[in-house]
């Protein structure tokens, strides 16, 4: 049986341009989707051991870490419940689609990162292991157009940190409908979040 590894993953993503056309960031203006008694205590975004994919542009480390610590911020700080939880965030790899590669290849940006969420209170994790999320960049250039052409890479990560929030959001919309992380144990209705890329 052969091994899928992350290198291959993201690289066949890439190419393959598995794209939503919505950037993560789009319903930031309006209100923040219900989650019962959440707030954001500790927002901690690491790198140990990251890996750049072949070809993807150079962005330093921890330009990646604030990014995303950022883009994180910038959707859960809106929260306000009574009860304090904590992100513990890896990144574990990423691809910048680089200028200059023909547009019938049109590579995508990437990224993979892994997520584990605390509850204050109870001094323990709400799952048993990290939960992961594979990003792609909103298709917001065209189809054929990789963004290289058009965006640096602070922006490329930017929307991949955007896109990677936005689905962090969504997961812990249906843990807490599920399993009722976040309204005491009490499990509402299964949403229907349908598995999807960034939006």
């Known amino acids: 049986m052969i091994k899928v590894t992350v290198v291959q993953k993201i690289a066949a993503m890439m190419l393959v341009g598995l794209l939503s056309a919505c950037n993560g960031a789009n319903d930031l203006a309006g209100p923040a989707t219900p989650l019962g008694d959440f707030n954001l205590s500790h927002n901690i975004v690491v ?6 994919i072949p070809l993807s542009r150079e962005l330093d480390t921890e330009v990646m870490t604030t990014m995303l610590r950022d883009a994180v911020a910038e959707r859960f700080d809106r929260y306000e419940g009574e009860r304090l939880y904590h992100f513990g965030i890896s990144i574990e790899s990423y691809f910048l689609a680089p200028p200059g590669v023909p547009v019938v290849a049109a590579p995508k940006s990437a990224m993979i990162i892994r997520i584990t969420v605390w509850d204050d ?3 323990k994790k709400l799952m048993p ?13 065209g189809p054929l157009v990789g963004s290289g052409y058009t965006k640096t890479a602070e922006e490329q990560f930017k929307n991949l940190s955007q896109n ?3 689905q962090i959001e969504n997961f812990l919309v249906q843990k807490n409908a ?5 309204n005491g ?3 509402t209705s299964s949403p229907e979040i349908a598995e999807e890329q960034p939006r």
């Open 129 to 141: 292991k990290a939960h992961q999320i594979t990003v792609v960049e909103s298709l917001d250039q």
């Open 185 to 187: 144990g009490v499990a």
């Open 121 to 123: 209170a109870e001094n």
């Open 164 to 166: 990677a929030v936005k």
């Open 178 to 182: 599920e399993e009722g992380w976040f």
């Open 47 to 52: 790198a140990p051991k990251i890996q750049k």
